[in-house]
């Protein structure tokens, strides 16, 4: 079973709603970034995503477009990134994904890159940049390593989100607003009724994300869904402690935490 | 895999979901409005009293018999309105974006002709323009910025990445997938997701038709070689489309070698390029092992891309087209010696196709032609190349 549906069981069974935390892999280096993760896990992070460095990021806003940049200024690389979630695997059970464009895998090798995340312990990966239509791009080499491909459903898709979520595995990624990643004060998107549009056809567990900034947003937004996805926020922190993330990484998630389950 | 928009196994509909909506909603609107008789009416009616269409098809005789080979053609898209081939594409886009009831137009630019030709279209429509440019761009081209403002238009200056297209590119989509509801993205170039590749195209192969018309007219027979300057490569398709089904015709594009093809810098995709995903397309991409797109370097902003339209990388992988390189300094001896040998001061851009004509008519038997796509003009870059020259000119 993947360690993915393995936690929103086991959430379930406690009444509570899963927190996934985000950090670019390899900002300001890999060294932090393992103890960020670390640091995430025991503050109460139930899934990690590591956003792996891309050039030319389109989904993103400025926060992690700058931290892609300080990663692949240090050097990062994917076969490195691979090696992290290797120690990480050592050290934490909790789902690991990797969120990246397409190019990455496609120029790496669709099947030496699924290879590696299930050698080394990826269970799931999110890119932005495949839609629906172009799922067959990866979805098969995947399925085929036990790794999932984590569809993504926007408040433009209306009725497209009954076939994208069709089918899917692991969570649906319900993109909270139009836009790229990055902090939001507020958002103008009708929840109640986006997820009217995806519940009835979701066999598995919605996880909304894009502009979660703080603890208060994340408990207002887990009532509509079974997770919610921070990012941007906690990759500011890296950006302004660098070095001396991991403690300040591990207050932020915390309050994250205590937030949605106080 | 999906099906549509394929050339070969290029192309493809690779964006964001939260923008895939609108790329279907295009796909759909484009797919009516391409048989629709009014429409095509009102466009034709844009093109012939307000581009200026059709474009001359210039004989260069001297060009002709110094060079001593081909009959040596040139299609004068340099003298269609706001003085480049773009316009072609963006009243067709512009037209549909109003009928589709968009009222903010969006794009990129690198030399600054798309952006010029955008705000150009935005102002005959009455709608709202922002043009996004990299900073580095915005220098070289300080002319076309101030043109666009006096259109109307917004420039916004692009700071990230090499600060170039790819970057105006990369920003251009970031404002499409926020404000995907009220703007209408009118993509430059024969590239990005399905259906842009084809419908540029299709707006721009008035180029060709008008070219097989007017040799026919003139010499009795379709020219044997057609060359284009190739950045994303709307020029080179909308010249090239009509003639891909005759098998005589020689389809050549020129390719951006900046400093050689064997350094650093260059933007030539079709020699050192890799397949790859990238700008909603799948196509050749210049980039590293680990599918990191590379900075890329030209003297032209206008050819200064590390991709290319998936059409052009199919009819190069099935031998169709030829692409050779030009390097900066071919482009800028070209540029003087056709305002010298004909008194047509040829786009930067543009001077990469009449370069790769300086070598290929010689080879050719005087009963032959060749047509340059003379894509723009060079008024934008007379300051630059008196740099690359060493001489000081005051702006």
């Known amino acids: 079973m993947n360690r993915i549906d393995e936690t929103f069981a086991q959430l379930k069974k406690e009444g509570r709603k899963a927190l996934i935390t985000f950090v670019t892999a390899g900002d300001p280096n890999l060294e932090v970034t393992e103890e960020a993760v670390l640091a995430m896990d025991r503050a109460g992070a139930d899934l990690i995503e590591l956003g792996v460095p891309f050039s030319d990021p389109l989904a993103e806003g400025p926060v992690i477009q700058e931290a892609s940049q300080r990663a692949l200024d240090a050097g990062t690389t994917q076969v490195a990134v691979f090696d992290l979630v290797r120690r990480l695997r050592r050290q934490t059970q909790k789902p690991l994904l990797l969120m990246l464009y397409l190019n990455s895998i496609y120029r790496f090798g669709k099947e030496r890159f699924f290879s590696l995340c299930e050698q080394s312990g990826v269970d799931g990966v999110i890119v932005p940049d495949m839609p629906y239509e172009e799922k067959d791009e990866i979805e098969g080499v995947a399925d085929a390593h036990g790794v999932y491909s984590i569809r993504l459903i926007a408040p433009t898709s209306h009725e497209r989100a009954a076939t994208i979520a069709k089918g899917a595995k692991g969570f649906l990624y319900c993109v909270s607003s139009t836009g790229v990643t990055g902090m939001r004060s507020s958002f103008s998107t009708d929840f109640d009724e986006f997820f009217r549009q995806i519940k009835p056809y979701a066999s598995i567990p919605c996880a909304v994300g894009f502009g979660i900034s703080g603890p208060q947003q994340a408990r207002d937004m887990q009532r509509y869904c079974d997770g919610v996805i921070v990012g941007s926020a906690i990759v500011k922190v890296i950006a302004e402690k660098k070095e001396a993330a991991a403690g300040p990484v591990y207050d932020f998630v915390r309050s994250l935490r205590e937030g949605m389950d106080g | 895999m999906s099906k549509i928009g394929r050339f070969g196994e290029f192309g493809g509909q690779y964006v964001p979901e939260t923008v895939m909506a609108a790329v279907q909603e295009l796909q759909a609107a484009y797919e009516h409005y391409r048989e629709d008789p009014d429409f095509r009416k009102e466009l034709h009616g844009y093109y012939r009293d307000y581009a200026g269409r059709p474009s001359m098809l210039y004989y260069a005789q001297k060009m002709t018999r110094d060079l001593g080979g081909a009959a040596v053609y040139i299609k004068r898209e340099d003298l269609n309105h706001t003085g480049s081939h773009k316009i072609n594409n963006v009243l067709g886009q512009a037209l549909l974006a109003k009928k589709m009831g968009k009222r903010r137009l969006i794009a990129e630019t690198g030399a600054g002709q798309h952006g010029v030709a955008t705000a150009t279209a935005a102002a005959l429509f009455g709608m709202e323009c922002e043009v996004f440019m990299g900073e580095e761009d915005m220098e070289r081209q300080s002319l076309n910025v101030y043109r666009m403002e006096l259109l109307g238009a917004k420039v916004t200056g692009v700071s990230s990445g090499t600060r170039t297209l790819k970057d105006a590119i990369n920003e251009a989509m970031r404002d499409w997938t926020t404000n995907v509801e009220n703007t209408y993205y009118l993509i430059g170039s024969v590239m990005g ?79 050192k390029g890799t397949k790859g995903i990238f700008h909603g397309m799948k196509s050749l991409f210049l980039q590293n092992e680990e599918g990191q797109i590379d900075p890329v370097y030209s003297i032209s902003a206008g050819l200064d891309y590390p991709g290319i339209g998936p059409e052009h990388a199919h009819l190069f992988e099935t031998g169709r087209a030829d692409y050779v390189d030009i390097t900066d300094e071919e482009a800028v001896s070209a540029f003087e010696y056709l305002s010298r040998t004909e008194g047509i001061i040829p786009a930067i851009e543009s001077a990469h196709a009449v370069a790769a004509a300086r070598k290929i008519a010689p080879q050719m038997g005087r009963e032959q032609s060749l047509v340059i796509c003379l894509s723009g003009r060079g008024d934008k870059d007379v300051y630059q190349v008196a740099r690359y020259r060493g001489v000081t000119i005051h702006e």
């Open chain 2, 193 to 271: 997701p399905h259906p842009y590749p084809t419908m540029v195209r299709d707006f721009q192969k008035i180029i060709g038709e008008e070219t097989r018309r007017q040799m026919l007219e003139r010499t009795g027979r379709l020219p044997d070689c057609v060359v284009a300057c190739v950045g994303g490569g709307s020029n080179a398709m909308g010249m090239f489309y009509d003639f891909i089904k005759e098998p005589s015709v020689r389809l050549v594009g020129a390719e951006a070698a900046g400093k050689g093809v064997d350094t650093a810098l260059h933007a030539a995709t079709i020699t």
